[in-house]
């Protein structure tokens, strides 16, 4: 159960609402919440804000707070949220086709901070190319690129993590899990969509990196509810975990990580420096499919001559040593690649964003040694909890907000209902199209992602196994950065401009339902 510290400390700000409307869902939510033998207690914070937008000043309500979790109808926990709401132009008057878009992180175990302040909601922090510093004070501006322009946006912290908290220690450790979290989250948009009058308006759901696994399950467990969705935005794939997991007897994923690869050696400058970026990438995908993977079905039938010149090949168009190549046997997954690549200068890469590099601390090869984002990392936590306190005025002081959490991420129950090994979400994917065949999908990757490589979501979708005609339902986007690509400026603005196309969708369908109508 939420802390009674916490629930003293949600105290509502004393500025006024647009409209009666979002009034009217926050009592509502308060009468529905609150416990008969408590005193009531405010549960959410409103505020109002302004951002100037290069279309113009946008006017929004932000509320930050917590919905109720409920199991056979009794309360077992709460999830913590921040929503901003377009203030209507207009006082009583809501837009019933305004798109809403639910946002979530992945891990599993991640809280919707970097999500939220990392490009995605109205304020976002500075980045490094700006003149961010790596110590505070640091600076958090208005965000053109926000999302916020196009739907409404909720982040969403999954149990355990922000300030979300469960009555029950069975109910945290149901939610750690993948069925048990698909549970939660549809349990947190049905009875948003019920406090805030949003059954009728158009639905998206925003995933990132283990996120991504989840918006697809969630996008079934939604349909089950009778909750259709209008499309889903996909960021860093990772939605078949075979194509992910290196084990030692199957050398798919190492296979799919090559393109990644490639690209990584182009941009410090060891391959092809009279290709461009997408050439490098196509010469890779050709020798993945018609080298590499020939070689990984039958790797003990080539002669001597034959694998030295296969090792080769790849040594030359990954940037690594031929002795490196052949010491592994060709097999280079992500650590293995980011600890070897600039060994001779005792330094690792990113396996996050493989642009980045730096000094290794420890003779032990381990994740935390990921120099990806080092220059930014620090400035996520503070600067959100002080966004939440000045800005949002969440006045908490004791109450910790878990950014990430571990516990979750380690005790993780990976069964799935109907994957017999490592989950893949595929098949949900599959059955949701097929149930609503108008659901778009747009997917967003990092050429210079190792940790979920463009090859292995080209591969995942590669294998949906649909009809030709659900093309049209996918948009697919390469970025120039990172697992979080957001984080580049450049890449920012054009996610912002690949999205609005992917809202487009749904302004251009009505529109053309209106006219229909009126004919």
């Given amino acids: ?55 113009g000043p946008l006017n929004y309500t932000a509320i930050a707070g917590i919905l109720p979790q409920f199991y056979k109808k009794k309360k077992v926990g709460e999830l913590f949220f921040t929503a901003y709401l377009k203030e ?7 837009d019933p086709a305004r798109p809403i878009t639910f946002i979530f992180n992945g891990g599993p175990g991640g809280s ?46 999954p149990m355990g993590t922000g300030y979300s908290s469960a009555d029950k220690e069975w109910f945290e450790k149901y939610c750690y899990g993948v069925e048990g979290d698909l549970n939660s989250f549809s349990e947190f948009i049905r009875v948003f969509c019920g406090h805030f009058d949003k059954w009728n308006n158009p639905k998206y759901l925003l995933g990132a990196s283990y996120g991504t696994s989840r918006a697809c399950g969630l996008a079934e467990r939604l349909a089950w509810k009778g909750i259709h969705l209008n499309g889903i935005i996909l960021m860093s794939c990772a939605i078949d975990f075979v194509t992910l997991s290196g084990e030692r007897d ?78 592994y046997g060709s097999r280079i997954d992500e650590m293995t690649y980011v600890t070897e690549f600039m060994a001779a200068e005792r330094k690792n890469i990113g396996g996050m964003d493989s642009r980045y590099s730096g000094d290794i601390s420890t003779i032990n090869r381990e994740f935390h040694e990921d120099p990806s984002y080092r220059d930014l990392a620090p400035a996520f936590y503070p600067s959100y909890m002080n966004y939440l306190q000045t800005d949002l005025n969440l006045k908490i002081r004791s109450v910790i907000y878990e950014d990430f959490s571990v516990e979750a991420l380690r005790s993780w129950d990976w069964g799935t209902y109907d994957s017999p090994g490592l989950p893949n979400f595929l098949q949900r994917l599959r059955r949701t199209l097929i149930s609503n065949p108008t659901m778009n999908i747009f997917i967003g990757s990092g050429y210079y992602d190792l940790r979920t490589p463009f090859g292995a979501m080209e591969y995942s979708i590669d294998h949906l196994d649909l009809p030709s005609s659900y093309r049209k339902n996918f948009q697919i986007e390469y970025y120039e950065a990172g697992h979080g690509f957001i984080f580049d400026r450049d890449c920012l603005r054009k996610f912002k401009q690949d999205v609005n196309k992917f809202y487009a969708k749904h302004s251009d369908s009505l529109a053309k339902n209106t006219s229909q109508e009126d004919d």
């Fill in 1 to 55: 159960m939420l802390n009674r510290t916490l629930l003293l400390l949600l105290i509502p700000c004393t500025c006024l609402f647009a409209n009666d409307f979002f009034t009217s869902a926050i009592q509502s939510l308060l009468e529905n919440f609150t416990d008969d033998d408590d005193d009531q207690e405010d549960m959410i914070v409103p505020t109002s804000h302004t951002i100037d937008l290069p279309s």
């Fill in 88 to 94: 209507d132009e207009e006082e009583g008057e809501k």
């Fill in 112 to 157: 919707s901070l970097s999500m939220h302040i990392g490009g995605l909601g109205p304020k976002r922090l500075l980045l490094p190319e700006e003149g961010q510093k790596t110590l505070p004070p640091y600076k958090m501006i208005d965000n053109p690129e926000t999302l916020l322009e196009e739907s409404d946006l909720i982040f969403i912290d």
């Fill in 250 to 327: 199957n050398a798919l994923s190492d296979c799919l990580l090559i393109p990644s690869l490639a690209a990584t050696a182009w941009h410090h400058g060891r391959i092809m420096q009279d290709k461009t970026l997408p050439e490098v990438v196509e010469f890779a995908r050709r020798f993945m499919n018609e080298q590499y993977a020939p070689v990984m079905f039958q790797p003990s039938r080539l002669n001597g001559a034959e694998i030295t010149a296969y090792y080769q090949n790849l040594a030359n168009l990954i940037g690594l040593p031929l002795d490196t190549i052949r010491r």
